[in-house]
């Protein structure tokens, strides 16, 4: 008998959203909380019955930007191990932390340990300067490693993440790139990447490469991941799926035709 499929998934705006960007309904479920234990994420009917089918019939590995404490908020039932904060904490079959994956990021990190204080200061001094009471900054940090620097703009009415990219030092975005998705901008160093993480997944777990490998991610930042599967798809109004499909459209209008010669 064949194993089941190996499944990569994105969480926010994937399986479930906010209530700020669906309000839901009496059919919609909770799929997470906040960390006071309020409502705060939902999934709506469609959402439900992708997840109940991906849990019957595949083996899921979240892919997420949600630290390991936000996964823990998921209320959905994952038992194959996970993927978190871009791809900086590998947990394993057991839910425990792959030190090996953690040993590797250590030992890259040391490096950028002062670029990322940078970063944080930047972060902390934009918001000051333009006197954004609503931006939030931090460095994620998770077993003794600092992974990426964080703003969020709590009032999303007026976004000013794309100004603040600006004022980020070259010799900074030597070592990082930057990954803006709505309210949440992450600035984020080379070595960590959700795609780095599936492949370092995938060879330890699956290493001869006998399962089939599926994906599904909303942004622009999953499509590495994503090129890691042997099929994988998007939500429909995704920001993934805007992009194709703009880009689409303008290789069409300026060639002619869609395809390649």
Request: hydrophobic share 35%; glycine share 4%.
């Amino acid at each position: 008998m064949n194993p089941k499929p190996l499944v990569f998934v994105d969480l926010d705006d994937t399986l479930f959203q906010t209530h700020r960007k669906q309000q839901p309904t009496p059919l919609h479920k909770i799929a997470t909380t906040d960390v006071s234990g309020q409502p705060l994420s939902y999934k709506n009917p469609k959402q439900q019955v992708f997840v109940n089918w991906l849990l019957e019939t595949t083996e899921i590995i979240p892919v997420t930007a949600r630290s390991v404490e936000g996964f823990k908020r998921v209320q959905i039932p994952f038992h194959h191990g996970a993927i978190c904060s871009h791809g900086g904490t590998i947990l394993g079959k057991d839910n425990q932390v792959d030190t090996e994956w953690l040993d590797l990021k250590i030992q890259t990190n040391q490096s950028l340990k002062l670029v990322l204080h940078e970063v944080e200061s930047v972060l902390h001094d934009f918001a000051k300067e333009a006197d954004l009471s609503s931006l939030r900054t931090w460095t994620l940090t998770e077993n003794d490693l600092e992974i990426y620097a964080v703003a969020k703009q709590n009032d999303p009415t007026t976004l000013v993440l794309d100004q603040l990219v600006q004022q980020i030092p070259k010799h900074i975005l030597e070592h990082c790139y930057i990954h803006i998705n709505g309210n949440n901008l992450a600035i984020i160093p080379n070595h960590i990447s959700k795609q780095k993480a599936v492949e370092f997944f995938i060879e330890k777990y699956d290493p001869n490469h006998e399962r089939v490998v599926l994906g599904w991610g909303d942004s622009l930042s999953d499509a590495g991941f994503l090129s890691c599967c042997d099929w994988f798809g998007m939500p429909k109004n995704s920001q993934l799926d805007k992009f194709l499909n703009l880009n689409l459209t303008q290789d069409h209008d300026t060639k002619g035709y869609l395809g390649h010669v």
